[in-house]
């Protein structure tokens, strides 16, 4: 059965309708959330009363806010730096060395992925408390939990970013000379840059937006931005958090674009690199 150029035609046609309709399914929430954060109503009224910049002004000059703020800073940039650290040799590890006990170790790392975050929340609070850690209601209580949680997406992003370098290079490299380490971080260590930045972007914004685990562990002169929103949405109901979470969809983007910038001039050197050898 032959299918004609004009039925070809229509049946893309009707993919791009379709995807695009999903597309703006998808979108609507946050054109809602956007569009009501300029609105001149004390109470989330739809459609809009009218056009207000208050809010902005309201989320960025709240102490609470800011202070969270903070703490959601120092959380995701301090857990995002340890489970790079963590994650770069044992995605290494999965990767170039066979050793017994390598299915159970993948396993234990991919763990967090399936476990309900709030089962996570809830099992480290029990620890920290059980265990007379003291790290409950600390900023080093918060970062384990993060560090937990993130850890999966760093080393999965890592591991199919080293299964495509290839390990002849690094061999090379140990013939002439070159210790196990320095190989590393002269062959392999440029070669997945792209990956490292993209995972680490990845774990400082989950980081930063996590609230089912980090419930469990903070006290008020820890709490994260995301858990003050949360508070601050069971007392009230006007655009505030409309408006902080525009200014946080911003801040989103501006980071994925600049990874995305970097991860896009690694590879490109890497590449000219090899052009040029």
Same mark, same amino acid.
């Given at each position: 059965?032959?299918?004609?150029?004009?039925?070809? @035609?229509?049946?893309?046609?009707?993919?791009?309708?379709?995807?695009?309709? =999903?597309? #703006?399914?998808?979108?609507?929430?946050?054109?809602?959330?956007?569009?009501?954060?300029?609105?001149?109503?004390?109470?989330?009224?739809?459609?809009?009363?009218?056009?207000?910049?208050?809010?902005?002004?309201?989320?960025?000059?709240? /102490?609470?806010?800011?202070?969270?703020?903070?703490?959601? %800073?120092?959380?995701?940039?301090?857990?995002?730096?340890?489970?790079?650290?963590? +994650?770069? /040799?044992?995605?290494?590890?999965?990767?170039?060395?066979?050793?017994?006990?390598?299915?159970?170790?993948?396993?234990?790392?991919?763990?967090?992925?399936?476990?309900?975050?709030? $089962?996570? +929340?809830?099992?480290?609070? %029990?620890?920290?408390?059980?265990? +007379?850690?003291?790290?409950?209601?600390?900023?080093?209580?918060?970062?384990?939990?993060?560090?937990?949680?993130?850890?999966?997406?760093?080393?999965?992003?890592? %591991?199919?970013?080293?299964?495509?370098?290839?390990?002849?290079?690094?061999?090379?490299? @140990?013939?002439?000379? $070159?210790?196990?380490?320095?190989?590393?971080?002269?062959?392999?260590?440029? &070669?997945?840059?792209?990956?490292?930045?993209?995972?680490?972007?990845?774990?400082?914004?989950?980081?930063?937006?996590?609230?089912?685990? *980090?419930?469990?562990?903070?006290? /008020?002169? =820890?709490?994260?931005? /995301?858990?003050?929103?949360?508070?601050?949405?069971? &007392?009230?109901?006007?655009? *505030?958090?409309?408006?902080?979470? *525009?200014? #946080?969809?911003? #801040?989103?983007?501006?980071?994925?674009?600049?990874?995305?910038?970097?991860?896009?001039?690694?590879? #490109? @050197?890497?590449?000219?690199?090899?052009?040029?050898?």
């Amino acid at each position: 059965m032959r299918m004609h150029a004009g039925d070809s @035609r229509s049946a893309v046609f009707g993919l791009q309708i379709v995807l695009a309709a =999903v597309l #703006l399914f998808m979108a609507a929430p946050i054109v809602i959330v956007i569009v009501n954060s300029f609105n001149s109503s004390s109470f989330n009224v739809w459609p809009p009363a009218g056009f207000t910049l208050d809010w902005y002004y309201k989320s960025l000059t709240m /102490p609470e806010f800011q202070r969270g703020f903070i703490n959601s %800073v120092i959380a995701g940039v301090i857990s995002t730096a340890v489970v790079l650290a963590v +994650g770069t /040799p044992l995605a290494y590890a999965l990767v170039r060395i066979g050793f017994r006990g390598k299915g159970l170790l993948r396993g234990a790392l991919l763990g967090p992925l399936v476990i309900p975050r709030i $089962a996570i +929340g809830f099992s480290l609070f %029990v620890l920290y408390i059980a265990s +007379g850690s003291g790290l409950y209601g600390t900023m080093q209580g918060v970062i384990l939990g993060h560090s937990l949680l993130m850890l999966p997406f760093v080393v999965s992003v890592l %591991v199919a970013n080293l299964g495509e370098v290839d390990p002849i290079v690094e061999e090379a490299a @140990r013939d002439l000379g $070159a210790g196990p380490v320095e190989a590393f971080i002269r062959v392999v260590l440029p &070669q997945i840059r792209p990956g490292l930045i993209v995972s680490g972007l990845l774990a400082f914004i989950t980081s930063f937006d996590e609230v089912e685990t *980090t419930i469990f562990l903070v006290k /008020p002169v =820890v709490n994260t931005l /995301p858990i003050e929103m949360y508070l601050y949405l069971d &007392q009230n109901q006007d655009p *505030t958090l409309a408006a902080l979470s *525009t200014l #946080l969809i911003a #801040l989103s983007m501006i980071l994925v674009m600049i990874g995305l910038v970097f991860a896009k001039r690694g590879s #490109l @050197r890497l590449l000219l690199g090899g052009r040029g050898a």
